[in-house]
């Protein structure tokens, strides 16, 4: 089947109670590891790139890709998605790219980095919903901002200071109605990359309340948890085992998602954990048998140890065995519901 727009596997999920992780990629093994999982526990799937992994994958190849994945994989369906959009313009290039979903993150000023004031985010996130919604693309949006930096992208704040740039859920039901996004980012205390808690996070750093106090005020809306790779201690030690270094840290528990998906979380976006998984096997490779050269004996292994993760966080968030029972539907479809009709 061909992409699918992520609305309606975010309609599927809130129907059904369960949550879609979304996986980050950047090259071909990558958009294997997610693929092996799904056809394995027959999982819906949002594959996502960031500017960044545009830029390094090259979106032609991207493209492709993706292409490729829909034709091996016709009975699942793959909805294709822009993290953290900086710009109308890269919103629009990823919907010219085939993309079938697009994050419009205006909690930051186009230069990804600065926090934003709340009317230029509404102006710029309901400049994307009009275009996109106009040919069925779905959209996310972003309220409040995250801690830590990806790849250039991000404020930089701190474990503390996220604290002060928390969803205010008074602001989210008013952006809602502003903007009509599919999909609601919130900032809960979690941040990008493997740095998130110095402990294992309580209520004070990881609000989950926040959650439930936005989903009671907007029960319709599709909520996304961006920061929630669970960073397991397990991958971390495979790392340091094999000479790496990863300071101690804590990443956000799987049942506190679990927690999440119970009250209108529906997209979950993991990238870290699968790049320390990937980074591991690679290491194990050349640790144990550093005589190997062929960029196939270390990527194999990256890859099944990517498409483990993948397959837990499927399972754990419940979109396992629902592949099969979601009615596809096109992004020409969809510009019919957008329109009313
Ligand atoms: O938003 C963060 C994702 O993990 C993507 O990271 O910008 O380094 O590709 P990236
Ligand atoms: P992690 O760094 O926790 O995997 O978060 C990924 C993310 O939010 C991508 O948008
Ligand atoms: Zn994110």
């Known amino acids: 089947m061909p992409l699918v727009p992520m609305r309606i596997l975010l309609d599927h999920a809130a129907e059904n109670g369960y949550g879609v992780a979304a996986l980050n990629v950047n090259n071909m093994e990558q958009i294997q590891a997610i693929m092996m999982a799904a056809q394995e526990t027959d999982s819906p799937v949002i594959v996502q790139a960031s ?15 993706m292409l ?3 034709e091996l994989n016709p009975e699942l369906p793959i909805a294709m998605h822009q993290d953290h959009g900086n710009s109308a313009e890269t919103c629009l290039s990823a919907i010219e790219q085939n993309f079938t979903s697009v994050m419009m993150d205006g909690s930051l000023s186009a230069d990804g980095k600065t926090p934003s004031t709340y009317e230029y985010n509404v102006e710029v996130t309901k400049q994307v919903v009009d275009a996109a919604h106009a040919v069925g693309v779905s959209v996310e949006g972003e309220l409040g901002a995250l801690g830590g930096i990806e790849d250039g992208h991000g404020a930089g704040l701190s474990e503390a ?10 602001q989210a039901e008013q952006f809602v ?26 209520g004070e750093v990881l609000k989950m309340d926040l959650i439930e106090e936005i989903h009671r005020r907007l029960p319709n809306t599709h909520l996304v948890m961006h920061g929630s790779s669970s960073v397991p201690q397990e991958l971390q030690d495979i790392i340091n085992k094999y000479g ?5 840290t804590y990443g956000v528990p799987i049942e506190e998602i679990q927690r999440g998906i119970k009250h209108g979380v529906r997209k979950v976006n993991v990238d870290t954990d699968n790049r320390l998984a990937i980074t591991g096997a690679i290491r194990k490779v050349f640790t144990e048998t550093p005589e190997k050269f062929d ?22 968030f419940g979109q396992a065995g629902n592949a099969g029972k979601i009615k596809p539907r096109t992004c020409k479809e969809m510009v019919d519901f957008y329109a009313g009709k």
């Open 51 to 65: 500017r960044g992994a545009r830029k390094y994958s090259n979106d032609s190849y991207l493209r492709h890709l």
């Open 68 to 70: 490729a994945a829909a």
């Open 161 to 170: 200071e996220v604290q002060e740039h928390l969803t205010n859920p008074d």
């Open 177 to 202: 109605a502003e903007t009509g996004v599919d999909a609601l980012a919130v900032a809960i205390g979690t941040s990008h990359g493997a740095y998130k808690f110095t402990h294992k996070p309580t």
């Open 244 to 248: 790496g270094s990863i300071k101690q």
């Open 295 to 316: 960029p196939r004996d270390y990527l194999k292994p990256a890859r099944e140890a990517m498409a483990e993760v993948c397959k837990a966080r499927m399972v754990a």
